[in-house]
T-cell receptor
Framework: AQTVTQSQPEMSVQEAETVTLSCTYD???????LFWYKQPPSRQMILVIR??????QNATENRFSVNFQKAAKSFSLKISDSQLGDAAMYFC???FGGGADGLTFGKGTHLIIQP | NAGVTQTPKFRVLKTGQSMTLLCAQD?????MYWYRQDPGMGLRLIHY???????AKGEVPDGYNVSRLKKQNFLLGLESAAPSQTSVYFC???????????FGQGTRLTVV
């Protein structure tokens, strides 16, 4: 099975500071999409950002940006100006591939925001 | 805007009982999915559907069955619940596998 690895079970950052969450994956495909989802205590899964592998430009959504290194199969999420509302579990995900649909998720990173 | 709605939100079952989880979406999406989330794990795909009348197995399909009789509904069935099926279940839908999937709020199921 193709895997998604998040090596940081928990991260802590001071409010207003910048934090980077790491994600690596494996794939045999050349064209694919990558996602970061946020899961706050409410349990709702919320899309944070999406990256298309064929695009060299890193995706950006307001305070959230990615560092996509295709050759290294790395897809990190940078959160700038961290806010208390950013506290949540963050999951990296990619499509299953190989003709199957659905997403494969990493185990998640618990982000703590220190006031 | 309802989006993706799961019923029920919480349920406690005894071992061996059966139940059906209902997922309804009002976005006219073709793709629908059922995931489970266990402590310390990301979401894992149980079954999915790429259109009305179609279903396919995901990563962890054993012990579950699904049906997609109507485009807007995707049902997940447990025929004989086991404690190992204690989990939070999420339904999701999307226009395709290459764009955002919208998730329901989850169902917390406990099997005792």
């Amino acid at each position: 099975a193709q895997t998604v690895t998040q090596s940081q079970p928990e991260m802590s950052v001071q409010e207003a500071e910048t934090v980077t969450l790491s994600c690596t994956y494996d794939t045999s495909e050349s064209d694919y999409y990558l996602f970061w989802y946020k899961q706050p205590p409410s349990r709702q899964m919320i899309l944070v950002i999406r990256q298309e592998a064929y695009k060299q430009q890193n995706a950006t959504e307001n305070r959230f940006s990615v560092n996509f290194q295709k050759a290294a199969k790395s897809f990190s999420l940078k959160i700038s100006d961290s806010q208390l509302g950013d506290a949540a579990m963050y999951f990296c995900a990619r499509p299953f591939g190989g003709g199957a649909d659905g997403l494969t998720f990493g185990k998640g990173t618990h982000l703590i925001i220190q006031p | 805007n309802a989006g993706v709605t799961q019923t029920p939100k919480f349920r406690v079952l005894k071992t061996g009982q059966s139940m059906t989880l209902l997922c309804a979406q009002d976005m006219n999406h073709e793709y629908m999915y059922w995931y489970r989330q266990d402590p310390g794990m990301g979401l894992r795909l149980i079954h999915y559907s790429v259109g009305e009348g179609t279903t396919a197995k995901g990563e962890v399909p054993d012990g579950y069955n699904v049906s997609r009789l109507k485009k807007q509904n995707f049902l997940l069935g447990l025929e004989s619940a086991a404690p190992s099926q204690t989990s939070v279940y999420f339904c999701a839908s999307s226009l395709s596998n290459r764009i955002e999937a919208f998730f329901g709020q989850g169902t917390r199921l406990t099997v005792v």
